[in-house]
C-alpha cells in the first residue's frame, strides 16, 4: 500500500510539472498590397547582386560586370518608356536585382532572380526557364528582360487572385 501511495505521490508530481506546450499563434497575413500601376519617365536606381552556385572562373570580375551588363540592359528596355536606370551609389535604391547562377556543367547556365523593390519588398523571383543557356550573360539578359516588365506594366499582389 505504502508502494502504491508513494507511486501515486510521484506520478502526481511528474504531472504537475508538466505544462502544456506552448503553441505559437500563426503572425496575421500581411495585408494585400496595392496595384502599382506601370512605371515611366524615371530615373530608376537599381542594387545589383549575385551569388554563383559553382566555382566561377572569374568571379570578382563577373561580380563588377554583371552590374553593369544588368544596367545597360535596364537602359535599352526602358527607353520606349522614358526610363533611365542607374546603380545606387550613395542613395536609396528604387529596385534590388539579386541573381542566383547555377551550372549544370557541359557550358549549361540557369538562374533565377529574385527581384523586389518599389517600397513592396519581393516583387516575385523569375527563373531563366526549361531550358539552360550556354553563358552566362544570356542567362543575366533573359531574367533582366522578364523583370523590366514588371516595371513597363506594373504589377499586382498575386493574394488577390487568390482571393476570387
Wanted: net charge neutral.
Amino acid at each position: 500500500m505504502l508502494t502504491r501511495v508513494l507511486a501515486f505521490g510521484c506520478l502526481l508530481a511528474v504531472l504537475s510539472s508538466c505544462q502544456p506546450a506552448y503553441v505559437e499563434p500563426e503572425p496575421a497575413p500581411d495585408p494585400i498590397k496595392p496595384d502599382v500601376p506601370p512605371i515611366h519617365h524615371l530615373q530608376l536606381k537599381l542594387v545589383v547582386t549575385s551569388t554563383f552556385t559553382y566555382p566561377a572562373k572569374d568571379e570578382a570580375t563577373a561580380r563588377t560586370l554583371i552590374p553593369e551588363q544588368v544596367t545597360r540592359r535596364m537602359n535599352v528596355n526602358g527607353q520606349p518608356q522614358g526610363n533611365t536606370f542607374i546603380l545606387a551609389n550613395g542613395v536609396q535604391e528604387n529596385f534590388t536585382l539579386a541573381f542566383t547562377l547555377n551550372s549544370l556543367g557541359d557550358s549549361r547556365f540557369t538562374g533565377s532572380l529574385r527581384f523586389s523593390g518599389w517600397g513592396q519588398g519581393v516583387i516575385t523571383t523569375l527563373y531563366s526557364g526549361e531550358y539552360a543557356y550556354t553563358n552566362v550573360p544570356d542567362v543575366i539578359q533573359a531574367l533582366t528582360d522578364k523583370a523590366y516588365l514588371f516595371i513597363k506594366l506594373g504589377w499586382h499582389d498575386k493574394r488577390k487572385d487568390e482571393k476570387k
